[in-house]
């Protein structure tokens, strides 16, 4: 058959998430896949239902004789189902029956398998969130089902497209990475694909990959066979259970990722389906080769019961492009563009193979009765193929075969005959004698590791070099680093040596992304001052680029334009800065100029698809229509998906269902294209696109559409109404604006800045702008700015809540100042009683000011029913009942609902559950009902599947044990007494904050368990040893790991790492010093 690539509807069985949090989330500090993970201006998503419904999606089938695609453009563009039609219909990517979201997500929401596209980062923020989509297709029959967005973080333009030929079994991505704003950015992209696992499954990497790493190189293992610890498993210690390429082997949550290798294929294989895919790029732009399972163990599978209802246990199998790593970051340069391709094809019964490309894949391999097996599989037919098995300049084995899909060739009847398999060559040709394939196995030698492990970078003061404290800085900047700033490490630069460029020009940048224009401007011209101190021409024109960006932010356009002209003096700057160029000419009327600075661009930069778009809105407002047109045929035939394109091409036609149908009538898509049009002087395209915003609804998506709307776009026209002299028109757009719901107004550009400080002028008591630009400062680190214009906010409307909820967090975060904090949760709750978050978060104030807790119990009680609404609430009310003594209630609480986890953040439920029946089984004991204890002891042991978390493999649980001891004891059944006690003493350490730990207060059981054995000297010295690690962990500062990969710490009050560190060290101690006597 041809291929086939078809839209349609499709109702699938969804768990419904629940409605988006109006209130703006500033996760400053929080740690999300190693990296930052704050997620504004996107609203956040922390809960889901537990019934599903039907639920319509736009779903696209792309299929052709071998294989049968179904794609998600709604749910991020991923691919939901991948079937092997050669293969019995076998799904060679994991195939979900529902759609079931786990709180997994940087905002929220995230669904397992199949395939999922992550950029700019790892998740992708918008992988819950939907795309654009397009169908090609191509004169020979190929189709490709393209799909992007626009980044909701940075507004980078991502598009990724899945093709299918004619033919061939090969599924291809495109990708295309567009940089459209004029500042650079740092991305990784990763291909997330998942398959069903069990015992007889195998992920296969290239034969020359000895050992793996995890992220950010912190850890590293021997590979396949690990001989060492990894993630707290001693696998030498598992001899038989400790080849990683296995998942039956791997109990706890675990990634790896290849170093080093000369191949470019990965992939994994089902023996029990005797099926399985191959992954296929060009190794030299994708390095990246990783799995990640949740772990062959009930913690893992809890997760898996998170994720789907019958799908079972999945690992994740990506391949990242830029990237060898998570967080691995690279950069997007100023209108650049970086495109790529890669493929996966199924392949069937030959097993695991050592070399692969996208024609064929070979297995070689020695058995163990001195014979060896070769295979051969194709991903398309190829008749009379020639399959040549040679030893040195000996032909060992000629035969002309068929090769398909369905049609491997397979023999294990080959003797080595003393010889090593890397004395034997395979070659697969064509009919024609092309070569298609050959592997040659090396030669065993000893491994060398070229990659080092990472180690945490020195502080500031303690950096030796200049050169080091910049490339620190660069490092933890590129790398979005989560709890390590750059900033401190350029103050030490110029503290060194006042006029470093580099530590000048990063601040300029950074102060510049933060909107604060004239401190970024100060600092590029100082950087600007050093670099030409002994010549006028550096070897950079970054410095003179950001500060002409940092001009032309402030509305001083002529230095803006000298430094831009400048910065074009070297290559690498031309075409985003002769494209700020053509824009500022635009905005003083000089059409000449900008034509010939856009070309300029354009021939620097021949994918700059903003030039092409503003030459041919030129061309248009010139009545040269074909010219025009011309133009945007050559970005929208590479980009059909372009919306400041599409835009152009709607009022060149004055047709705008096109755009409406590629690009939803988003709101936050509207306003780049407004924008864009706005800064280079097409004010009146820009007040167009927006009336026709504001006059078409949006078309209706499957999944919640978070910024559909925005005061923002009526904000800007009342803007560009004024600056076209219209007034009147202008006032009235600013009284609709500021009449709209705030909800979800979280700006994020640089660009609305000037835009809201332009209303406040207008109108200073309107609320609306002051909120916007409140929650846009804060973001941007201008946390003063922010609470001055949310105290502005409230002054003028005293019942908006979410600013005085804002208000509470900045008077905490930023003051410290508790009362001031507390009075604005208490107007926030006065003013929205409905809003569970606030209830939640005006406790966490209350704990972080140590208010007692019968006092934070009698608010719960009061606020019951919204604290029911909420898991985080339900936690923090089973946690001050079980402190309260109340153990009955904490548990009818625990028990009356089902819990959803967050990734990384496990264990909260369950603590609370196992306090309940501990404090239960104690006061059994006392009664005296010992049977009764010991039932508790095992009901803590064996947590339903409702609290949607168990014990990880690591946990102690050594005061279960205990307990569980004591109870037999009074029981009279000594032997399991002892047991239970002999097991609790077995484990002193812990596993806490995803990282295993020496010692914790459970570590207080092992002794005391020491103790009912009669070890008594034993004991004395483990709470001894626990007073040493006390001792010697006290002086050393308390900081967050510099190489946490996951710490959804989603508390939007700042924690001080000292403080947790000082209180647990004092518990631990206290205890210690008790069991001592």
């Known amino acids: 058959m041809s291929v086939q690539a078809t839209l349609r509807q499709q109702s699938i069985p969804t768990y419904p998430v629940g409605t988006p949090d109006k209130n703006p989330m500033f996760f400053d500090k929080r740690v999300y896949q190693g990296s930052s993970g704050k ?71 995230w669904i397992s398998g199949g395939a999922e596209f992550n950029w700019p980062q790892h998740h992708r923020p918008g992988t819950f969130l939907p795309t654009d989509v397009y169908i090609e297709e191509e004169d020979d029959g190929a189709r490709t089902v393209w799909m992007s967005e626009l980044d909701p973080l940075t507004r980078l333009k991502g598009m990724h497209g899945i093709r299918l030929r004619p033919g061939s079994a090969v599924v291809e991505l495109r990708a295309r990475l567009h940089n459209r704003t004029p500042r650079a950015h740092t991305f990784l992209w990763w291909a997330n694909i998942a398959a069903r696992v069990h015992d007889q499954y195998q992920s296969f990497f290239p034969p020359d990959v000895h050992y793996v790493a995890d992220h ?59 099926g399985g895919f191959i992954h296929v790029a060009n190794r030299h732009i994708s390095p990246g080769k990783k799995q990640w399972t949740w772990g ?27 990237t060898d790593n998570q967080p691995d970051f690279s950069y997007l340069m100023p209108t650049e563009e970086k495109h790529f391709s890669q493929c996966w094809w199924p392949f069937q019964q030959i097993g695991p193979v050592q070399e692969a490309s996208e024609e064929a894949a070979i297995r070689l391999v020695a058995l163990e009765d001195g014979k060896f097996e070769a295979a051969v599989v194709a991903s398309r037919r190829f ?18 075969v068929t090769l398909a899909p369905d049609q491997p060739w397979q023999r294990s009847d080959f003797a080595l005959e003393g010889h090593p398999l890397s004395d034997f060559e395979l070659r697969v040709m064509d009919a024609h004698g092309k070569l298609l394939l050959r592997y040659r196995p090396a030669a065993q030698t000893q491994t060398v590791r070229h990659r080092e492990q990472a180690t945490e970078p020195p502080a500031p003061t303690e950096t030796d070099t200049l050169d080091e404290l910049i490339l620190i800085a660069e490092h933890l900047e590129q790398y979005r680093h989560p709890t390590r700033a750059p900033e401190p490490y350029w103050q030490e630069a110029l503290r060194r040596d006042p006029g470093e460029a580099r530590a000048h020009l990063g601040l300029g940048r ?87 600075h856009a070309e300029e661009a354009l021939e620097t930069n021949r994918r700059h698809h903003q030039a092409l778009v503003l030459l041919a809105a030129l061309d248009r407002r010139n009545q040269r229509e074909p010219q025009a047109l011309a133009r945007l045929q050559r970005v929208l035939q590479r980009d059909p998906l372009d919306p400041w394109a599409l835009a152009e091409e709607a009022l060149l036609r004055d047709d705008f269902d096109t755009l409406h149908q590629r690009t939803r009538n988003d709101a936050q898509t509207v306003l780049d294209i407004a924008f864009a049009y706005a800064n280079a002087g097409l004010d009146e395209d820009a007040v167009q696109v927006l009336l026709w915003h504001h006059q078409t609804p949006p078309v209706p998506v499957a999944v919640p559409p978070l910024l559909s709307a925005s005061p923002s776009t009526h904000y800007l026209l009342a803007f560009l109404l004024d600056r076209m002299g219209l007034t009147d028109a202008a006032a009235a757009e600013l009284t609709e604006a500021h ?46 700015g922010a609470i001055a214009h949310w105290e502005r906010c409230v002054a003028d409307e005293p019942d908006f809540a979410t600013a005085w909820r804002n208000l509470g967090i900045a008077y905490w975060n930023v003051r410290r100042d508790g009362d001031q904090a507390q009075h604005a949760y ?41 604290v029911r609404e909420r898991d985080d609430a339900c936690v923090e009310f089973a946690t001050l009942l079980n402190d309260d003594r109340q153990p009955e209630a904490a548990l009818d609480l625990l028990l009356s609902r089902r819990f959803h986890p967050w990734e990384g953040g496990e264990g909260k439920v369950l603590l609370q559950y196992k306090r309940a029946h501990l404090l239960l089984a104690q006061a059994a004991l006392k009664a005296p009902q010992p049977k009764r204890a010991l039932d508790h002891c095992e009901r803590a042991l064996e947590p339903p599947q409702t609290l949607g978390e168990t014990y990880h493999p690591l946990q102690n649980q050594a005061d279960i044990h205990f307990w569980r001891g004591k109870a037999l004891r009074a029981l009279g059944r000594e032997d399991e007494a002892v047991a239970a006690f002999e097991r609790c003493v077995q484990t002193t350490g812990d596993f806490q904050q995803m990282a295993v730990v020496p010692f914790s207060e459970l570590s207080i059981y092992a002794g005391r368990a020491l103790q009912e054995l009669g070890r008594t000297d034993d004991a004395q010295a483990l709470f001894q040893r626990i007073l040493a690690y006390v001792a010697e962990t006290r002086p050393q500062p308390a900081k967050i790991d510099y190489f946490a990969t996951s710490l959804p710490n989603l508390l939007v009050f700042d924690e001080d790492p000292q403080e947790t560190r000082d209180a647990q060290l004092d518990r631990l101690e206290k205890l210690a010093r008790k069991a001592l006597g």
């Open 39 to 109: 997620i504004y201006p996107l609203p956040f998503i922390d809960k889901v239902y537990d019934e599903p419904r039907d639920v319509n999606y736009q779903l696209v089938v792309l299929e052709n004789d071998y294989v049968y695609l179904e794609l998600l453009p709604e749910i991020g563009g991923r691919i939901f189902k991948a079937q092997d039609k050669a293969n019995a219909g076998y799904d060679f990517f994991y195939r979900q029956e529902v759609i079931k979201p786990a709180l997994v997500g940087l905002a929220g929401p």
């Open 216 to 274: 950010a190189v912190r850890a590293m293992s021997s590979f396949p066979k690990a001989e060492n610890h990894y993630y707290g498993i001693d696998y030498a210690a598992r001899p038989g259970a400790n080849d990683l390429s296995w998942y039956k082997n791997i109990p706890v949550p675990t990634s790896y990722m290849v170093c080093e290798t000369g191949y470019g294929f990965f992939g994994g294989y089902d023996f029990a389906q005797q």
């Open 296 to 322: 062959n163990h009930p913690f893992g599978w809890a997760w898996d019961r998170e994720l789907t209802d019958t799908g079972g246990p999945y690992v994740e199998l990506m391949a990242g492009v830029y």
């Open 383 to 400: 008749e009379q193929a020639q399959i040549e098995l040679k030893r040195g300049d000996t032909t060992v084995h000629q035969a002309t």
């Open 510 to 596: 950074k102060l510049l992304r933060q909107g604060a224009f004239e401190k970024a401007r100060a600092a590029l011209q100082r950087a600007v001052d050093r670099l030409t101190a002994r010549h006028p021409n550096p070897e950079t024109g970054e410095a003179h680029y950001y500060l002409g960006l940092a001009l032309r932010y402030l509305g001083r356009c002529e230095e803006a334009y000298a430094a831009l002209y400048k910065s074009t003096w070297n290559y690498a700057w031309r075409a985003p800065a002769y494209f700020e160029l053509a824009c500022l000419d635009l905005r003083r009327s000089d059409e000449r100029k900008a034509r010939e």
């Open 739 to 784: 009449s709209l719901s705030r909800d979800y107004f979280f700006p994020s550009r640089l660009d609305e800045q000037l835009v809201l400080n332009w209303a406040l002028q207008q109108e200073p008591s309107d609320a609306t702008a002051a909120f916007g630009l409140g929650n846009y400062l804060y973001d941007k680190a201008q946390q003063e």
């Open 826 to 866: 208490s107007r926030a709750l006065s003013a929205d009683p409905a809003d569970a978050r606030l209830v939640f978060e005006a406790d966490q104030l209350e704990k972080k000011l140590q208010a007692p807790t019968a006092d934070r119990l009698a608010f719960m009680l009061r606020h019951e029913e919204r």
